[in-house]
């Protein structure tokens, strides 16, 4: 409590004592009040400026990252839908693959020696099995040339009369035999 | 802090605080006006200002007349001798020039804490928070300044 001390004498003269105001000196109440207003808008003022730079520092430092960001490896299964048959190029005759017949050696199958691409015919086979080779096609080479009848009876053509020869001939091309 | 709070506590305490930094320093207005400004950027005001602004200004002028020392201003230290400590008015009993001078030969232990709980109006827990000491401690020191203050100043005890 203010002022309280076990003796009344004693309190009587600190009320005394209290009584006298102060100096404030060269205290100014009004330039005190402006100077805090002052202060109080450079604290503002700073704190936006320090949210600022932060926001600076922080899109300085994403742009820096973003640059010069090292390069990731990324270990992944990737499928890839691979055709049954693969295409065979048409080799030019003069790189074709010729295999050369050494001692030792197995000898080259069949494949190889009935095809140019045989080789490749037997890597594939190989690779995805009999399966995968195409469907053997029917003979389409060019049909033989007629023979001369002439020539299968082996005597001249004017040794003969017209019906004869047009006999023998609708016999032969109806594969009679004689 | 609100502006008109502000200016309620620079009415009521402003006057007390240039005192008790006086016990101090020779430029206890700038010292005081430091205190308010410190309190007007506080991000979250302190529960009891005027003590706190009683620290402040305390540590305040403790710093300044510790510069004041290095700086060897003994022009300004003896100005501040001489300038009045309390505002002078001639209805009052007691004398403010004689008053000034008996406070000014008391011990700083002594003096900090009758101008703190007299003029300041902090109570004695808050004086003993003030200067570091304990309550009972804070008492003894201001009832034995108050009492050696009657005897200079030749109050007789009625």
């Not at chain 1, 001390?5 to 009584?19: E, I, Q, V």
């Not at chain 1, 080779?133 to 004017?158: R, Y």
């Not at chain 2, 009683?54 to 300044?64: H, K, Q, Y």
């Given at each position: ?5 076990p ?36 604290r ?33 299964v990737?499928?890839v ?5 693969l295409p065979?190029?048409?080799e ?40 995968a ?23 001249p ?17 109806s594969?009679?035999?004689? | 802090?609100?502006?008109?709070l502000?200016?309620?506590l ?12 006086r016990q ?26 005027v ?16 510069s004041?020392?290095?700086r060897?201003?003994h022009?300004?230290f ?7 400590w ?31 709980h ?5 109570t004695?827990?808050?004086v ?15 009832v ?11 109050v007789?005890?009625?």
């Amino acid at each position: 409590m203010l002022n309280h001390t076990p003796d009344p004498a004693l309190n009587g003269f600190t009320r005394g004592l209290a009584d006298l105001a102060p100096d404030p000196g060269g205290l100014d109440r009004d330039r005190l009040l402006f100077r805090a207003g002052g202060a109080l808008l450079t604290r503002r003022l700073r704190r936006w400026q320090a949210v600022a730079g932060l926001l600076a520092v922080a899109v300085l430092s994403l742009g820096a990252a973003l640059v010069f960001r090292p390069t990731r490896t990324v270990e992944q299964v990737v499928y890839v839908s691979v055709p049954l048959f693969l295409p065979i190029p048409p080799e030019e005759p003069g790189t074709a693959e010729t295999p050369s017949f050494s001692p030792g050696r197995a000898e080259p199958g069949p494949l190889l020696r009935a095809e140019p691409n045989g080789f490749r015919l037997r890597q594939q086979v190989l690779l995805f099995g009999v399966e995968a080779l195409p469907a053997p096609h029917p003979w389409s080479g060019p049909a033989p040339a007629a023979v001369p009848l002439e020539k299968l009876l082996g005597i001249p053509i004017e040794s003969l009369d017209r019906a004869s020869t047009l006999h023998l001939s609708n016999r032969l091309n109806s594969g009679e035999k004689q | 802090m609100d502006p008109t709070l502000l200016g309620r506590l620079i009415d009521g305490h402003a006057a007390a605080l240039v005192l008790y930094a006086r016990q101090w320093c020779a430029a206890p207005e700038d010292v005081v006006q430091d205190a308010f400004l410190k309190l007007m950027v506080q991000a979250r005001p302190p529960e009891q200002v005027v003590p706190w602004l009683f620290r402040v200004v305390r540590n305040r002028a403790i710093s300044v007349a510790r510069s004041e020392r290095r700086r060897q201003r003994h022009e300004a230290f003896a100005a501040s001798r001489t300038a009045p400590w309390f505002a002078a008015d001639p209805g009052k009993e007691l004398d403010a020039q004689t008053l000034r001078a008996a406070l000014g030969e008391l011990p700083l232990e002594q003096r900090e804490v009758i101008v703190a709980h007299l003029w300041g109006g902090l109570t004695f827990e808050q004086v003993a928070g003030l200067v570091g000491c304990s309550t009972s401690m804070a008492y003894r020191r201001y009832v034995a300044g108050v009492s050696v203050l009657r005897d200079r100043m030749g109050v007789v005890p009625c």
